[in-house]
């Protein structure tokens, strides 16, 4: 992975549009997609320098003839025109370019959490830390069982037709008080290939470094998952941990 996305995937969430984004400062124009890529955007650059990105390939009438390259953006690559140099990047030379432009080299360096020897929950005390979460005994067999031995998420509708929670007669979880309104679209799903390539575990516990500091060292903890084990927790509670500051 290029240095400069590896650096500020722990910088800002990640943009999962679905959209493309064009953009300019009056020097240079250019081109993005969202990481997932569920919107296409193709270009076009002809012999007179004249250079087309849309989501159809029509989108402009160009003679096939003066065409002299022309592709589409994958997910999360760009196209860059530099109307000074009269020159058109494309992502990997991009890439090439904030990598050899930055010293992100030095500030990727990750601080790992480092697990230690956690006591042994016993059935009762898991129990009464599951209450304490709001797990039911439906939640505990047909979500974290599957997710354990099996690998398995289970998958539900966005539909919800259990009672309001002030009015449901067994206690509910804090956030089932909490109502949202939003506006539902359609979009294809992701098969398991582009989730495989698009998608990470990978987290950061701790505060946000400074966006536009080139210089700034990753704060907090790196996490290959958000997933902690006992070793970790305890880790945490125990303050075995060093943690860069920002």
Request: glycine share 8%; proline share 8%; aromatic share 6%.
């Amino acid at each position: 992975m290029s240095l400069l996305l590896r650096y500020h995937t722990d910088c800002a969430e990640p943009w999962d549009g679905p959209a493309a984004l064009a953009f300019s400062d009056g020097r240079v124009v250019g081109a993005a997609l969202d990481r997932n890529g569920l919107r296409p955007c193709r270009f076009a650059i002809t012999s007179a320098g004249l250079v087309v990105a849309g989501s159809e390939a029509g989108l402009v009438d160009l003679d096939p003839e003066e065409v002299t390259h022309s592709g589409r953006l994958g997910p999360g690559q760009m196209l860059l025109v530099d109307l000074e140099k009269h020159k058109v990047y494309e992502d990997e030379e991009l890439l090439e370019l904030f990598d050899a432009g930055a010293t992100y080299a030095k500030l990727v360096e990750d601080t790992p959490l480092i697990g230690v020897d956690a006591p042994v929950v016993d059935s009762t005390a898991l129990a009464a830390v599951q209450r304490g979460f709001g797990y039911t005994r439906e939640d505990v067999k047909m979500i974290l069982q599957p997710m354990a031995l099996e690998g398995k998420d289970a998958v539900y509708s966005m539909g919800d037709d259990t009672p309001l929670a002030f009015l449901a007669r067994s206690p509910r979880p804090i956030y089932a008080y909490f109502r949202q309104r939003f506006a539902q679209v359609t979009n294809p799903p992701i098969d398991s290939l582009r989730e495989s390539c698009v998608v990470s575990l990978h987290t950061r516990l701790g505060p946000w470094p400074h966006l536009l500091d080139k210089n700034a060292p990753l704060p907090g903890v790196a996490l290959p998952s958000p997933f902690l084990t006992l070793g970790h927790v305890e880790a945490l509670r125990k303050g075995n941990i060093r943690i860069r500051k920002s």
